[in-house]
């Protein structure tokens, strides 16, 4: 049934299916099912001259590739829009409403232009791969996208927030327009966390060693760890070598210290590793 109203701001509650909601409702030009491997089926769509991503928890009786069942994934949708609404950030899309279905929570967000930063392991020499693009930019284009992602990260944790399962395919970049979008904070938790599970969500590029190791402590020593392996990734040939880091050597002495496998050697909290950044950057 065709509402009146528009479809994905004055309304709360439907008594359909997103997919059967959206295509007569809206103009649905993507939708990213089997290619998700958290299980989670997302939509791109048109209407009233505006597109919005959709994400949702998917099927009931559908397992995800990373082994999460359904109950998990809307958890862990209600735990995003906690996250989004815990704080203000350009790069992150905005947020507009959660409309309840029969198959749990959509959350409807702006969409993002650009491109998916993050490639496999087997594509990121390829030419054509958004990741190959994006680290053939200018220095300086890459250093403004590290300064977007540190200070949405030293603002959630302010707010008490631990990143969990942030990588490079948490990055969407408008080459056009030289715009960062930071997406799907589905698994961040409120306050430290203890792993209980061994390996932990996420790229091992950027993991810290606590979240390889079953009962260690994921906290913000953690997203030190991981903000200093982001410059490595996204600087550098992902080692701690000199030679291929293109920043400083302020910035290589900044991203060295963050990058300390004993947690005591790192920066104590990402708020200091962010303002030895930032000093790094203005040397």
């Not at 994905?8 to 993507?30: K, Q, R, W």
């Not at 190959?132 to 959630?156: A, M």
């Not at 990588?167 to 589905?186: A, M």
Request: aromatic fraction near 10%; glycine fraction near 6%; include cysteine.
């Amino acid at each position: 049934m065709f509402h009146q109203n528009h479809p994905l701001h004055d309304v709360s509650t439907i008594d359909e299916s997103p997919s059967n909601y959206l295509h007569a409702n809206s103009d649905v030009f993507a939708i990213f099912d089997h290619t998700q491997d958290s299980g989670n089926i997302s939509y791109g769509v048109r209407l009233k001259g505006k597109r919005y991503f959709i994400k949702t928890a998917g099927n009931m009786d559908t397992l995800g590739g990373s082994g999460l069942p359904y109950n998990v994934r809307v958890s862990l949708l209600r735990n995003a829009v906690c996250v989004s609404n815990s704080c203000n950030h350009p790069s992150k899309p905005i947020l507009h409403r959660v409309i309840e279905s029969t198959l749990g929570p959509m959350l409807i967000y702006d969409w993002a232009d650009g491109q998916l930063v993050y490639a496999t392991a087997t594509t990121r020499n390829d030419p054509l791969s958004a990741f190959y693009r994006f680290r053939s930019l200018p220095v300086i284009e890459i250093l403004k996208c590290l300064d977007t992602i540190y200070e949405l990260h030293n603002i959630l944790a302010r707010t008490g927030w631990v990143a969990v399962d942030f990588y490079d395919g948490c990055l969407i970049y408008d080459f056009k327009h030289q715009k960062l979008s930071v997406v799907d904070l589905d698994h961040y938790h409120q306050g430290p966390l203890v792993n209980k599970v061994g390996r932990m969500f996420g790229s091992s590029r950027l993991m810290a060693p606590e979240e390889f190791e079953q009962g260690a402590i994921v906290d913000g020593l953690t997203n030190v760890f991981t903000m200093g392996r982001t410059a490595v990734v996204l600087l550098s040939n992902n080692n701690l070598d000199r030679a291929p880091f293109r920043g400083s050597d302020a910035l290589y002495k900044v991203m060295l210290h963050a990058c300390q496998p004993e947690r005591d050697h790192r920066y104590q909290s990402v708020e200091s590793f962010h303002l030895a950044w930032r000093e790094a950057r203005g040397s």
